[in-house]
């Protein structure tokens, strides 16, 4: 049976060498090398001492914090909206159904709504109102970047709640305490866990957005990820953009760590 059990673990730590260790280990090696392929610490020293990687840090971790909260607060009460409703299943195969499509796709139709000639500038000209640029704003990179991670916050929340236990609930009602009780003290705890998952989910992402940045920010929302893709297809600085990637890393692990489920009991 331990055979059966090694052989069948042999194509996922395949996997896990080829995909994920592998990857990580040239990025950390190039991270060393300067352009001319010489071993060097300027490539951190560099990061550390600018200004203006420091100020793209600072934005990425913004609009990921800002595209995080902006999601769960609009997931976290269709989740629990979900968990009511009679066809639940099909309902929450909805919210599935957009991550089905190419990211890219979703962006250019997104161009063609927020555009000076789109769908939205055509709806206000019924008004009378003049079209507005919405596109290449902050908030356009915001919306899109919401509409893409919504169903990555909503389904670990949906499962948690759909996971809490009636007699939970039951039991607090019977102790006297109301709806609104309910939820902050029984409710909303037991389903911290799908809240953690669903920020890991949104947040890591979040961190290195570069498509949307390009073709939704117009290169005004400026972050980690816009700065990695100019150095590995424009100025051909693979040590540099590598040691933005180990920085983006670090980053996703400390997020991990901060949100991850805490073992109480040693156990």
């Not at 929450?92 to 979703?106: C, D, E, F, G, H």
């Not at 919401?146 to 007699?167: D, G, K």
């Not at 006297?176 to 669903?198: E, H």
Request: hydrophobic share 55%; aromatic share 16%.
């Amino acid at each position: 049976m331990k055979k059966m059990q090694t052989l069948f673990a042999i194509p996922y730590f395949l996997w896990l060498v080829l995909f994920v260790f592998a990857p990580v280990a040239l990025i950390v090696f190039y991270s060393f090398l300067d352009p001319q392929g010489h071993f060097t610490l300027t490539n951190y020293q560099t990061y550390f001492a600018s200004g203006k990687y420091l100020l793209m840090t600072f934005n990425s971790v913004w609009y990921a914090f800002l595209i995080t909260i902006i999601t769960l607060a609009i997931s976290y009460p269709t989740a629990y909206f979900l968990t009511k409703l009679k066809h639940k299943d099909l309902w929450l195969l909805l919210v599935i159904l957009p991550t089905w499509i190419n990211l890219l796709l979703k962006a250019y139709a997104f161009i063609g709504i927020f555009g000076i000639h789109g769908g939205i500038n055509r709806f206000l000209g019924f008004f009378g109102l003049a079209p507005h640029q919405l596109l290449f704003t902050d908030a356009s990179f915001l919306i899109v970047a919401m509409y893409i991670e919504l169903p990555f916050m909503i389904i670990p929340i949906f499962n948690a709640l759909e996971e809490l236990n009636p007699s939970l609930l039951s039991a607090s009602k019977d102790l006297g305490a109301n709806s609104a009780q309910t939820f902050w003290k029984v409710i909303l705890p037991l389903s911290m866990n799908g809240v953690k998952s669903g920020i890991q989910a949104v947040f890591i992402p979040s961190l290195s957005l570069f498509m949307l940045t390009r073709l939704i920010g117009g290169n005004r929302v400026i972050t980690l990820g816009t700065a990695i893709e100019e150095h590995f297809l424009v100025t051909q600085n693979w040590g540099m953009g590598s040691t933005i990637g180990v920085v983006l890393i670090i980053a996703m692990f400390i997020v991990m760590l901060l949100t991850g489920e805490k073992k109480k009991g040693g156990k």
